[in-house]
């Protein structure tokens, strides 16, 4: 299904599959899972929970290791990707260490990695602007609201320059209006950057906003059901969600997830 | 403290209550004795008689607490310092063995906690052993240690200090291991993410997420050195310190020593408690600006 070449892919899975042992028996996570993301997408996986979106990226991320199958970061096994910090990677919720100042929070990954306390200095403060959170420097995490906190984790992400970002629900705990409003920023980042994100999500109109490729998966086991395109314009804004195009490629998503998802059981 | 005000009156309340009750129950406990007195020289006696005497006997089964507060000034703020009789004196005999048993106690305990955090046969087969230790009670042991360590010609403040630390090194090892695990596992991906040293993962996120958990083992565990140092103190016969105080108390039958010498201990083992939860409040102001409580966001 997916041709193999090493030029422009930035992610290349093939035949992977991922079976959890559980007290009850083996569950498995992912069957059969063939994709191809090329430098510059932005990717997302959308399905119901216990889909195997987050797994899938964890996979990637080189947090869980697949019982089947081949897979490739950057040219790199997952393993070596992580070695060599190919990639920034954005949790469900801010993942801030409470007893650190919203910029020490943001040289963490570059003070592992052994940086100058000068380079630490000038990266922190350009992606904290990135993110519009300049000013912000001395505040502890507690003095933010949750939408500021994921965007001080997205400017930890970004802050060791990686050319692969994964992010997983990262809005998912707020709400919807903070979510527009990170979704657009976002958006813009992504235009900005030009980097390769994946992205896992359970909200259609998010998916299909941000996405240049929407990645439809469906539980039991966790397999991809459908891959749709989805090109809108790089100026798009939140606006676009009324028109027919957005619309009809929502309700794409949604036949996608119905068909692959059972409601018996 | 803004509601200091509101808080002092049920303390004065309280405390009140106990002085009256105290007087009450010295009248009770010593009014036997004075009475058997009264009866043997034949007088006649009144209970105002009765109180007054029974609340200034000089070998009162339960002297009343201005016979304590007299006792205390005597041997506080009467006798110099370097005297034998001086509460001072055995009091900082006292502190020291308490102070270099939590300090070894707490060094002993962090070290066996992160043992038992990174190593899995450490964890396995220490743990029941070191419940099991606790079970021993502490007078049985104390005497041994002492002994023992007499017989070695090693006396005086390293046997006490010994004792100490072993009771205070648990609270120190089982709230760490509790601390040194808190961090979730988000946080602890997020440092596998940037390919973290287990050093890196052990200084930048375990320890500093154990501190809460460190400082109320402290508080336990500074307590407890406290009793070890008075336990240790018993059985070296009438030497030196509030537990030699105590001893020599119940000897002579000096009820008003014994009494002035709990006092100096409670009060001593309430100032170290609070010294900690003081440098707490300070440690986690500088971590997390003045958050009381950090808990780990995720």
Known sequence: MTEINTLNSVVQVAGLSLDFVTKDGIVSALSEVDLTIESGEFVSFIGPSGCGKTTLMRVLADLETPTAGRVQVNGMTPSQARQQRAYGYVFQAPALLPWRTVQDNVTLPLEIMGKSKAEQQALSHEYLQLVNLDGFENKFPWQLSGGMQQRVSIARALSVEPQLLFMDEPFGALDEITRDHLNDQLLRLWQATKKTVVFVTHSIPEAVFLSSRIVVMSPRPGRIIDVIDCNFPLDRTLDIRETPEFLAIAQRVRQGLQAGHSYDD | ?298
């Open chain 2, 1 to 298: 403290m803004t509601t200091n005000k509101g808080n002092s009156i049920p303390v004065i309340t309280v405390i009140m209550a106990i002085i009256v009750i105290w007087y009450a129950g010295a009248v009770q406990l010593n009014s036997p004795q004075i009475i058997d007195r009264y009866v043997k020289k034949n007088v006649d006696w009144s209970f105002t008689q009765l109180a007054m005497d029974s609340w200034s006997m000089k070998r009162a089964v339960l002297p009343a607490p201005h016979q304590v507060a007299i006792e205390l000034k005597k041997t506080i703020i009467d006798k110099s310092v370097t005297s034998k009789r001086s509460l001072v004196y055995h009091a900082a005999i006292t502190l020291s063995s308490t102070l270099l048993g939590f300090v070894l106690g707490t060094s002993l305990g962090i070290v066996l906690s992160i043992g038992i955090v990174y190593v899995v046969t450490l964890d396995r087969s220490l743990m029941p052993w070191i419940i099991t230790s606790q079970t021993i009670p502490i007078l049985a042991l104390a005497p041994m240690v002492i002994v023992v360590f007499g017989a070695m010609g090693i006396s005086g403040l390293l046997p006490k200090a010994l004792i100490s630390m072993y009771l205070c090194f648990f609270p120190v090892t089982v709230g760490m291991v509790k601390g040194l695990r808190s961090p979730s596992p988000m946080l602890v991906d997020l440092m596998a993410t940037y390919h973290a040293s287990q050093w890196q993962v052990f200084l930048r996120l375990r320890l500093p997420s154990a501190v809460p958990f460190l400082f109320a083992s402290l508080k336990v565990a500074i307590a407890l050195s406290l009793v070890g140092a008075i336990v240790a103190e018993l059985p070296t016969g009438g030497q030196a310190g509030l537990g030699s105080r105590l001893l020599s108390g119940s000897y002579y039958g000096q009820t008003n020593l014994i009494w002035a010498a709990l006092i100096v201990a409670a009060v001593m083992s309430a100032s170290l408690v609070s010294i900690i939860g003081y440098l707490e409040r300070y440690v986690i102001q500088r971590l997390a600006g003045g958050q009381a409580d950090p808990q780990v966001t995720s």
